[in-house]
């Protein structure tokens, strides 16, 4: 309940990238109309773009290696073809 209520987009992979589970707002954000079909995914499949998968994929190995997370990464990231989102991630 608690992560269907909150406003902020949450998602969980496991340790090879591949998608658990996220939020509604997620699973939109990522193009999909629920969470259920982002499961089994990688960021590979999303629509994000090469640099953006590379990124996020560098960024997760780092924080599964050192086992430390990284927290209040600034960044931006395409939705759609119209809009563009700045974030405030945190890995962990």
Known sequence: NV?????HRVFWKDPRGVYLGCTQS???DAG????EEI??????DLP???E?????RLADNQVIEAGIP??????????G???????LTSIV
Not at 32 to 35: G, S
Not at 39 to 44: I, K
Not at 52 to 56: A, L, V
Request: glycine residues 2%; proline residues 5%; hydrophobic residues 35%.
């Open 81 to 87: 073809d119209d809009r563009v989102c700045h974030l």
């Open 26 to 28: 997620f699973a939109e």
């Open 32 to 35: 999909f109309k629920c969470p």
């Open 52 to 56: 953006e998968t590379d990124f996020y």
């Open 39 to 44: 499961l089994g995914r990688t960021d590979f």
């Open 70 to 79: 990284r927290l209040n990464i600034e960044e931006s990231i395409q939705i």
């Open 48 to 50: 994000w773009s090469k």
């Open 3 to 7: 992560l269907s209520t909150i406003p």
